[in-house]
């Protein structure tokens, strides 16, 4: 173990979200190893920054990973997930989805942490406990708010609610499972995140949020590194929403 720094294993960590948490984690010197299919330049700099690029869908993958991040930080008690790998046919509305692209995406975005999460808790069970955050999202909570839609290109996908609803349900019971391993296991459900979207979506979804409306990925930055630290000790099977008031 890096001394007086945590060792972190992150999952998606050039993504949307996983960016700005990975730029945070390594301006903190805590030493960060991540596994995702494309490298991000502005990383390299860093001397506590360690990459494999891995398909982590591809369950074959998973020993792997685990390997290379132990000899790469001598050893490891914090993962966070927030890969979102997705089919080619992904975001079809309701009435257009086909069999072969839900089962895809189940395996992708469901099943995939679920058995890369099994191993990584038989990992951390031999080794003192562990941390473990997954990327839930409101949509995992609540129903789509479908009026943001209306007479436009996009869509939240039947499967993306069931999948993040899973992740909710999967940490609670992971949690309770393995109580009495100091092995601590959160989710966390953002907002929608700001992306290029429709402006007349933007202003629609504005309108029922509070102060803000879509996020900045930066915005997460701060419940991670709660989560991460000794303040939430006694936080475990926990889904923690962050949506400027969508949800209320």
Known sequence: MKKNKKNILIIGGCGLIGKQITQSLLSENNFVFNVDLINNNEFKKYKNYFFLKSDISKFINHESIIKNAIKNLDTFNNLIYCAYPKSRDWGKKLDQIEHKDVIKNFEKQLIAPLFFTNKIIKY??????????????????????????????????????????????????????????????????????????????????????????????????GIVNFLISDSSKYINGQNLIIDDGWSL
Do not use: A, W
Not at 136 to 163: A, D, V
Not at 197 to 218: A, I, M, S, T, V
């Open 124 to 221: 951390f069970s031999k080794n003192n406990g562990g941390n473990i955050i997954h990327f839930s999202s409101i949509q995992g909570t609540n129903q789509p708010k479908f009026h943001h839609y209306e007479k436009l290109n996009m869509t939240s996908p039947i499967e993306y609610s069931i999948i993040k609803s899973g992740i909710i349900s999967m940490v609670k019971y992971l949690s309770k499972y393995h109580r009495n391993k100091n092995i601590k296991i959160n989710s966390i459900s953002p907002g929608g995140i700001k992306n290029n979207q429709n402006k007349l979506f933007q202003n629609r979804y504005r309108r029922d949020c509070n102060d803000k409306g879509l996020l900045e990925p930066n915005d997460l930055v």
